[in-house]
T-cell receptor
């Protein structure tokens, strides 16, 4: 299957700082990437859909000024958590859609665990 | 009512048992049905993908979709301790721009 990487895998930061998470599709070009948030023992909550070369589409209730998304190339999307607070601590997962895969499925990255102190 | 309902479990079975995982959904427009496996602190991994109704088999895994009942299943034969994970059903539709809706995930424990 297709490979999606995320960096960093884990980050601890102080309250008020900004954190950038990278999501890369390693062996295919992803016109669309997705960012999810997952709380312990809960399912994935879609935060936003990132399209290469255009603005991201945010889900209701997700602050676009707080969670900045940039999809600058067909293989890279970044999520920046600005002015992070302890309540932003969570598991952030990206996924990439492979339009050449013959199916409308997503390949997920390994996730980034964010802890805000 | 959630668009996708999935019993979160946990489900505990002995090694070698047949496991049945299920999801129900309310949106009849869903056409693409997926099952993901997620190990603790890892991203989900695509296990099975099915388009529309029918069965699909891959090794010890069988996915079934019954669109008339809005019900999908994943069967695991000869379950192994390494199958212990959370299994998420997911589905999408063209009308939703292929936005994927996930179930809550069922935690499975296979005991040796």
């Amino acid at each position: 299957g297709a490979v999606v990487s995320q960096h960093p895998s884990r980050v601890i930061c102080k309250s008020g700082t900004s954190v950038k998470i990278e999501c890369r599709s390693l062996d295919f070009q992803a016109t669309t990437m997705f960012w999810y948030r997952q709380f312990p023992k809960q399912s994935l909550m879609l935060m936003a859909t990132s399209n290469e070369g255009s603005k991201a589409t945010y889900e209701q209730g997700v602050e676009k000024d707080k969670f900045l998304i940039n999809h600058a190339s067909l293989t890279l999307s970044t999520l920046t958590v600005t002015s992070a607070h302890p309540e932003d601590s969570s598991f952030y997962i990206c996924s990439a859609s492979d339009p050449q895969g013959g199916a409308k499925t997503q390949y997920f990255g390994p996730g980034t665990r964010l802890l805000v102190l | 009512q959630k668009e996708v309902e999935q019993d979160p479990g946990p489900l505990s079975v002995p090694e070698g048992a047949i496991v049945s995982l299920n999801c129900t959904y309310s949106n009849s427009a869903f056409q693409y049905f997926m099952w993901y496996r997620q190990y603790s602190r890892k991203g989900p991994e695509l296990l099975m993908y099915t388009y529309s109704s029918g069965n699909k088999e891959d090794g010890r895994f069988t996915a079934q979709v019954d669109k008339s009942s809005k019900y999908i299943s994943l069967f695991i034969r000869d379950s192994q301790p390494s199958d212990s994970a959370t299994y998420l059903c997911a589905m999408s539709a063209i009308t939703g721009g292929f936005k994927t809706i996930f179930g809550a995930g069922t935690r499975l424990f296979v005991k040796a």
